[in-house]
Structures are given as C-alpha cells and as structure tokens.
C-alpha cells in the first residue's frame, strides 16, 4: 500500500473518530509454537509459512532487479521497517507485510545474526480486531519484547513476546490500549514506545494546526502508563522545533538516546512531504518534553519515486542507533516491490558544527566480499573518462579515495553501458556547500533507457570536510538500489532499473582540472541467502 493511501486510511479513523472492529476471518495460516529454543527451530522446520516462503524466494530470485544483500521480504509486497530491536543475541526486524491471500498489512518478521545474513520467520502479528496492523516499534526488557503499533480501526495497539523468536505475541487487553474517539486532542498513529522512569511511554505521530497560516505542523502527542493497559494523555512532545516543513506529520517516530552518555536524544521518523528526517535534542524528563537543537535529512527530495522512505531504529548498546528504512520502486515488478536499505549507524559526530550525526554501514557486510580487485593510485587527467576495465558488475561494493583540488567536480559512475548510454553517476564537489563544505550527488536520470521508469531527481547532500580532509567513499550497488556513504557522515541512496545486461562498468572523471585516485577496492557481493 502507498504512503498516499495510508494517509487516506488514517484521515478516515481520524474524521470518524470511531473504533471500528475487523470481523473479517484470518487467511493466513497461524501456528502457536513451543516456548524454547530447541522445540521453536524444530516446529519451524515443517512450518507450511516458511515452506511457502522458501518457494517464492526462489521463484522471485530469478528477477534481474531483485538485490541480493538487501533485505528483500519474502513474498507480494512490503511497506514500512517496524519494531528493529536486539533480543536474546539476536536481531529482529518487522515490517509491513501484505500476503497474497489477505493483503492487508500483518506484521512480517526476519531475524538475523549479524543484521546482514537474514532469516524469514513466520508471520508476527495478524489483524483482528484491528482491521490492519500499520506502523510502529518496540521495547526489549530484561524477560520480554513490547510491540505498540498502529491498528487501523482500533487505536493505538500493545502486544508482548517473550519467547526466544519472538514467535507469538499476545494483545494486552485484546482491543486498542489507547483507542479512538470523536474530538480527541491529539492523533493516532505509528506509535513509539519507551520506559523511562516508573512509566511506559507511548509517542504517537500527527499534527497540530498551530502553524503558518493556520496550516499543519509536527506535534508528536505523549501518553504514559505503568501497566501497559491504561494510558494517560500528557501533551505535545516537542518544543522549539524549527527544523521541519510546514505539513511535516512525524510519522513512524523512533525515540532513543545517542551519544557514549547518552547525552542527546535523537527522534527519527518519516515525512509524508520530505522523506526520512531525524532530531537531535535534549530529553527533559521533568516535563516530558524533547528539546530540539538539531534536525537533518535521510533522503533529499520527495520520498517517491525510488527515495528512502520510513525508518525503524533500536540503540546498538554502544552509544549509536541502528537504522533500517525501505525504499520505493520506480519500476513495476511482479511479485514484490520495496526494499529494505543497509543497515545504517548513527552516532554523535564530535566537533561536528551543522552535520552533528556519522553515518556508517552496521552490520557484517564485509562477510560477503569476494573476489577482491584492487587499483592502484593513479592521476585522472582532467576532462577524461577513464574505465575501470577489471572492475564490473551489478552487486558490488566500493572503496575510494580520491584528493580533488578546490572548487572541483570528480565523477564516480556505475551501472554503466560500455559506451556509457545508460550509467548511474556520483559526482562528488568540493567546496560547493554551506561554509565550504563538499556535495554529494546521486544522479540516477540516466541510469535505464526502459520506457516504464519513473527516475527519482538527483539525491544531493552535504557533507562537512575537515580542511583538506580526502573524500572516502563507500559505495554499495545491488542490481536496483546504490547506496553511498561519504567520509563517514552522509548517505545519499536510490533505485535504479539500467535496462542493459552489459550495464555493469565502473569509470571515473575530473572535470575541468587534474585529481588524484590514491586508492580504489572492489569485492563482488555474495547473496545473503546463499550460505
């Protein structure tokens, strides 16, 4: 389902204000498992879900434009990352699933190891009596997981789990925990949860009309309970925040400290005009407010087509944030369509003065490098392409260096034709920013020559350089997405479709001036599903 028509769906709940329970029966196959470990992965081995899905993985797989090291989930179609969280050694990751048999959104579930290799898992959560089960996150404590979440029809939902995979869930009290009314303050949905204190706290995303004119903004509406039952209204959450657009709604927030300390809080979440979008600030627990100081983006343009659209976000324990968002198709495809971004670390940035968050690839991807080509330092002469011959393919990683001289544009381009009639191009600028800072740009305008592509605008960020600080690039591309990380603190991301089979070339250029490659590495990437 479209963002579009999720806020169609919630505007109606919200017009109506009325609690609308789902009498229609359940499609989907449901088991309840055993409660250990052992008897869990035996019960999973003859399960009828993981047998289906198993079939439609592999029929799917043959999809030219279905990545390989992306999470991709098994079946139809998929929507927005939900409830990313660490239990018991493990990682989980759930999401809007659509089954083929009953495509209204059922909570899907994948775990992993290493948040790169993934595992399907059955279903988690099916609707009933919400009408669908929308958005929303997770709490681990020390003897089980809670999952609050967005029921269409119903309200702000709870469910609790507890055994080892997270297997079977139970709904507290069996109906909205916080339910839907005629004339209520505040809005409901994609909630968030926390504890802070002797209270649970649930963050639920909307607007108030307090704006420019009279039009929308972002409020983030806090309620708090100690029994996970009954939940007491507080306020609007935010204060002094100036870093979003007028119309901005705060979708699918994830609240979590960041910082070795702890010391700042950051909110991210999901524009319906903009995109991913995060806040940095400060958490005053006395009142229950989150004082904003700062704000950024995680995509740069309109989520659709192509763009990285909502996160889900769980603390590492190590003082960053863990961030997992999918991403929209510009491409028809059968049988599926969204994926699942990198894995992405978020940690504070010292020093750092407008760019305040590092962004770096999480997980083990490293464990799915192969054949290892390695190009020397070299001049790329100004104004020239130059091919990278032993370089190519369609799922591969990228390590570059490369010392521009000021005010220069180098080009770094993927996906290539061998006459370069379809390519996918990364211009790295220097000194073009705010401050002198250096511009990323992921221009995916001439990347498929297929008539039924619909290109995304070029990404274009900043990225805050210290001085004469090289450019260090790390770029990821898997058949339909690129993903490039920059020094360390900036991501820009895109889908692509290149129409071509001999579209694989890698080639670099200087434009107007001389610049230096001190180093280039390249590894085929191996699927995460062929172990």
């Known amino acids: 389902m479209t963002a579009n028509l999720k806020n169609l769906c919630i505007g109606l709940t919200a017009l109506t204000g009325a609690v609308v329970a789902s009498t229609e029966a359940a499609k989907v196959p449901q088991s309840t498992f055993p409660r250990t470990l052992q008897a869990q992965e035996e019960a999973l081995k003859t399960n009828s879900l993981l047998e289906r899905f198993g079939k439609s993985r592999k029929e799917l797989s043959q999809d030219r434009y279905r990545p390989l090291y992306h999470y991709v989930n098994p079946e139809h179609s998929l929507n927005d990352p939900n409830g990313l969280c660490y239990w018991q050694g493990r990682w989980h990751m759930f999401y809007q699933a659509y089954p083929p048999e009953d495509p209204r959104q059922h909570w899907g579930h994948a775990v992993s190891d290493d948040l790169i290799h993934w595992r399907d898992l059955p279903y988690a959560i099916y609707p009933g009596p919400e009408q669908m089960c929308y958005s929303g996150s997770t709490l681990v404590e020390e003897n089980r997981v809670i999952a609050a979440y967005h029921g269409i029809g119903q309200g702000t939902m709870v469910a609790v789990s507890s055994d080892p995979l997270l297997l079977n869930w139970e709904k507290v009290t069996g109906k909205a925990v916080i339910p839907l009314k005629p004339g209520l303050p505040y809005n409901i949905f994609d909630p968030c949860i926390w504890k802070q204190g002797g209270y649970y706290y649930i963050l639920t995303a909307g607007v108030q009309k307090v704006g420019p004119g009279g039009k929308p903004i972002r409020a983030e509406f806090l309620h708090r309970s100690t029994d996970l039952a009954t939940w007491e209204y507080l306020h609007s959450f935010l204060e002094n925040d100036q870093y979003g657009l007028v119309g901005d709604d705060g979708a699918c ?220 690039v790390r770029v990821f591309v898997d058949r339909s997405v690129v993903e490039v990380f920059v020094n360390g603190r900036q991501c820009v991301a895109a889908r692509v479709y290149p129409e071509r089979k001999d579209s694989v070339g890698v080639s670099l250029r200087a434009q107007g001036q001389d610049a230096m490659l001190t180093s280039l590495a390249a590894w085929r990437m191996q699927s995460i599903w062929e172990r």
């Open 253 to 472: 927030p994830y609240f979590w400290p960041i910082g070795e300390k702890g010391e700042k809080h950051i909110l991210l979440h999901f524009s319906h005009m903009s995109g991913g979008k995060y806040l940095l600030g400060d958490y005053d627990t006395q009142r229950d407010k989150f004082v904003v100081t700062d704000g950024g983006d995680f995509n740069f343009g309109n989520w659709g087509p192509c763009g990285v659209h909502a996160p889900s976000a769980a603390p590492d324990g190590k003082g960053g944030v863990i961030a997992i968002f999918n991403m929209n198709p510009g491409k028809p495809t059968q049988g599926w369509n969204q994926i699942m971004t990198l894995p992405r670390r978020l940690t504070l940035r010292p020093g750092g003065t407008w760019n305040p968050l590092n962004i770096e690839p999480a997980g083990d991807i490293e464990s799915l490098r192969a054949d290892h080509v390695r190009v020397e330092s070299m001049t790329l002469p100004a104004n020239q392409e130059v091919v990278i011959e032993n370089v190519r393919g369609d799922a591969l990683e990228l390590t570059a260096e490369l010392a521009p001289r000021p005010n220069q544009t180098i080009e770094l381009n993927v996906l290539r034709s061998p006459e370069g009639k379809e390519v996918t191009r990364i211009l790295f600028m220097r000194d073009r920013g705010y401050r002198g800072a250096a511009v990323v740009s992921l221009d995916t305008s001439r990347a498929s020559l297929a008539a039924d592509v619909t290109h995304r605008p070029p990404e274009t960020a900043q990225v805050e350089l210290d001085g004469n600080e090289p450019l260090k």
